[in-house]
């Protein structure tokens, strides 16, 4: 099944692009989830909401030149946690212009709903009479992955909005994808299965001591069906099935921005990222295809969360308190950054971390920036800086070292 859809996916990537158009208009379509059988389902909206409406843009992109090399690539990273060089094409795609702080607003505002059903007290309006009458994976008992599916009104686009960690630590609540979403965390953003002190019990069994741990063990434990990673291939393998003719955004907060950015560098499709961790050190560990540039990928944090800025660690942290190893910072592609502890004099604290707080304090307040600007400029980050301080190499396998 994964190979099928695969194909369509891939099939998707090597098609003609749409012509250039500056807006769109989006209707919730769609609620995704996976069940606790790890099986995705939709539920379709009878009654969509009124249209959102968005600015877009001309994004360059990258894809790769040769189909079968492409197909192979994925294989081989998902299967085999290898490598394979590819030679790449530079594109245009038709993506959310980022510089727009309504586009911004509206994206994060879609991005929060991904956090709750349709009907809960707590749904974000973005229009009005949202409404949904076959709700699949938002059971009691559900556990997995979560979002919702929006459409534009002309079907040329598609955005993919993927929940982010439910963490009742930070503000109250939590809910049934608590566990998972933790597991998921301390994989992906851990130097090493989430080995932060003596006490520690780790996810995986690749700590070999004294700040070694072995990397293939540690690349493997990334794939396995059940995590988020996998299952955001597929699902986005099913949204290019539906609509085999479309453009793919990807949007999402903290562990689901940082899964839309994988996703976008797997697919080489627009992504924005709301308060995400830093994802480059999980991208190299998962063999992801590596473009020349991945531009197509905006990060939008403040510089009070202490999560996004990649300081939430050691042992004393509030992150580490609460049993979750936040240890990197490196993001892929351009950060958009507010500067909130020098010029709104906000106190470094993961109850910023929320994605209503970026909505409510930060994306809906005008910034009075230079030149007329709404929003600061996209900046690519530095060089790879995480887990400096950790030795990687072959130490659970004595033959090979």
Request: charged fraction near 15%; hydrophobic fraction near 35%; charge should be negative.
């Amino acid at each position: 099944m994964f190979s099928s859809l695969l194909s369509s996916a891939l099939t998707f990537l090597f098609a003609a692009q749409s012509p250039l158009i500056n807006h769109l208009q989006f209707h919730l379509r769609h609620h995704h989830a996976v069940t606790p059988a790890n099986r995705i389902v939709f539920a379709d909206l009878d009654n969509p909401p009124h249209a959102l409406h968005l600015t877009t843009t001309t994004l360059q992109a990258h894809r790769p030149s040769s189909f079968s090399a492409f197909t192979q690539a994925i294989y081989r990273s998902r299967h085999h946690a290898q490598s394979i060089p590819l030679h790449w094409s530079d594109i245009d795609v038709i993506g959310p212009n980022v510089q727009s702080r309504e586009t911004l607003l509206t994206l994060a505002k879609m991005t929060y709903n991904a956090y709750s059903h349709s009907r809960d007290s707590d749904w974000y309006e973005v229009g009005s009479d949202w409404n949904s009458s076959y709700p699949f994976g938002w059971e009691p008992d559900a556990d997995g992955f979560r979002g919702h599916v929006f459409v534009s009104t002309d079907n040329s686009t598609v955005i993919v909005s993927i929940k982010g960690t439910s963490a009742g630590w930070i503000v109250g609540g939590g809910g049934p994808t608590t566990h998972k979403d933790k597991v998921n965390d301390n994989l992906l953003f851990s130097c090493c299965c989430a080995r932060v002190g003596p006490t520690w019990s780790t996810v995986c069994d690749c700590y070999s001591g004294n700040y070694r741990c072995d990397q293939t063990c540690v690349e493997q434990s990334l794939i396995d069906d059940s995590l988020f990673y996998p299952i955001g291939t597929n699902l986005y393998n099913n949204v290019t099935y539906m609509y085999p003719n479309a453009n793919i955004w990807i949007v999402g907060h903290s562990l689901g921005g940082a899964l839309a950015s994988l996703l976008g560098v797997t697919f080489g499709v627009p992504v924005v990222a709301f308060e995400a961790p830093g994802e480059k050190l999980a991208a190299r560990r998962l063999h992801l295809p590596s473009p020349p540039s991945t531009q197509h990928i905006t990060h939008v944090y403040h510089t009070a969360d202490p999560i996004a800025m990649g300081t939430c660690n050691g042992v004393t942290s509030s992150c580490a308190l609460a049993g979750y190893a936040m240890e990197t910072h490196c993001h892929l592609g351009k950060s958009i950054v507010y500067d909130t502890v020098n010029k709104l004099n906000w106190s470094v604290d993961v109850r910023t971390h929320p994605i209503g707080t970026v909505i409510e304090r930060v994306l809906s307040s005008d910034w009075n920036l230079e030149n007329g600007i709404e929003v600061p400029m996209a900046e690519a980050e530095g060089e790879d800086c995480d887990c400096y301080n950790w030795e990687y190499g072959l130490f659970k396998n004595t033959t090979g070292t």
